[in-house]
């Protein structure tokens, strides 16, 4: 970063610190060890060091009821993966009761500061499972979620379209809260699980003391095929692949693929505020944040320098499009203030 982009956000900085040293915002997130709760931390942090604001986190939520808590001005900032600001757009899905005017009106409140890949939505199993691949779940138990959200309605989308098999019928789903994740994962209670994975992912290291593990790439035809662009095609899902070799596992772990490449869903997001935020706020909290994208989040986590922070191409953030929210405009301002070019469509 030049001398000149680090001297004007310092400047940013230190006109916000003089303006909100006293601000006290809210924010909501999942679990702390992943990129959501890492971020959202992470802010806190750095929006405390730069005398921006004192933000209360509270982790483990429900990302759906956070969104919501933020377009209704309960909430200050959380964590959103982008299928929810567009199904809330409509009043579908987990919104549905709200209806779809209510559901316009709510998601018109919502701006993002910044972009990440959430996660990679994929399959994994304990090798004593005797499960050989996305052949062999008709009949099983998959854990696929929490009760309610976008990670529960991508892993019935994901399994639909590599297998044709549905919840309920080809397969029995349990979900669990993300609290209880990592109990259930090895407690026997599914014989598989499809559920968001970082690489290395801390939930299938942490299982590992329960036996070995193989995770399983989406076969390739499929995720080249027409239905896996259907899904796509939807807000907050990208095609994400990897080389196995980077994926950062030394042991107890398999990943099956047809070559040396992992192929997943990539589910991204951002940390979204209300559009009534104060703009010289959301300047300053994006500016404390990309002014520590290297020395604060690269340091929390291993699979954190691959979650796309600081990445402002459409391509990975899957902003424009169908994609309803549009940057805040102090976030703007902090970007290009910073030597970001963002697209016009996302502004």
């Not at 854990?143 to 990670?151: E, Y």
């Not at 993300?178 to 090895?186: E, L």
């Not at 997943?264 to 520590?292: Q, R």
Request: include cysteine.
């Amino acid at each position: 970063m030049s001398r000149t982009i680090i001297a004007g956000i310092s400047a940013a900085l230190c006109v916000a610190s003089s303006l909100h040293a006293q601000t006290i915002l809210t924010a909501e997130t999942s679990s702390p060890n992943t990129a959501p709760g890492i971020s959202i931390i992470s802010l806190s942090e750095a929006a405390a060091k730069a005398g921006v604001a004192d933000i209360q986190v509270t982790s483990g939520q429900t990302l759906t009821n956070s969104v919501q808590n933020v377009a209704e001005g309960n909430t200050d900032i959380a964590a959103a993966p982008f299928i929810l600001p567009f199904l809330l757009s409509r009043g579908v899905g987990p919104y549905a009761g709200l209806g779809a005017e209510e559901g316009a009106d709510l998601a018109s409140n919502l701006a993002v500061l910044y972009t990440y890949r959430i996660s990679a939505q994929g399959l994994f199993a304990y090798d004593s499972s005797n499960i050989d691949g996305w052949n062999g779940l008709e009949g099983k138990t998959l854990l696929n979620g929490p009760p309610r959200g976008a990670a529960l309605t991508n892993a019935r989308l994901l399994v639909q379209t590599v297998t044709g098999l549905e919840d309920g019928t080809g397969y029995t789903g349990i979900q669990v809260n993300w609290g209880q994740m990592q109990s259930t994962i090895q407690d026997g209670s599914a014989d598989a699980f499809v559920v968001p994975l970082d690489f290395p992912d801390p939930r299938v290291s942490a299982a590992l003391s329960s036996g070995d593990m193989t995770i399983f790439s989406m076969p390739r035809d499929t995720f080249e095929g027409e239905g896996f662009q259907k899904i796509t095609g939807l807000p907050g899902t990208v095609a994400f692949s990897m080389p196995i070799a980077d994926m950062g596992y030394t042991g107890g772990v398999t990943v099956v693929s047809e070559d040396e490449t992992y192929r997943s869903p990539g589910t991204v997001g951002g940390d979204i505020v209300n559009v009534n935020m104060d703009f010289d706020l959301a300047k300053a909290l994006t500016a404390a944040f990309i002014e520590n994208i290297e020395s604060i989040y690269f340091a929390k986590a291993p699979f954190m320098p691959s979650v796309w922070h600081g990445e402002t191409d459409t391509e990975l953030t899957d902003m424009c499009g169908p994609n309803p929210i549009k940057y805040h405009p102090g976030a703007v301002a902090a970007w290009e203030e910073a030597g970001y070019a963002l697209p016009d469509c996302a502004k």
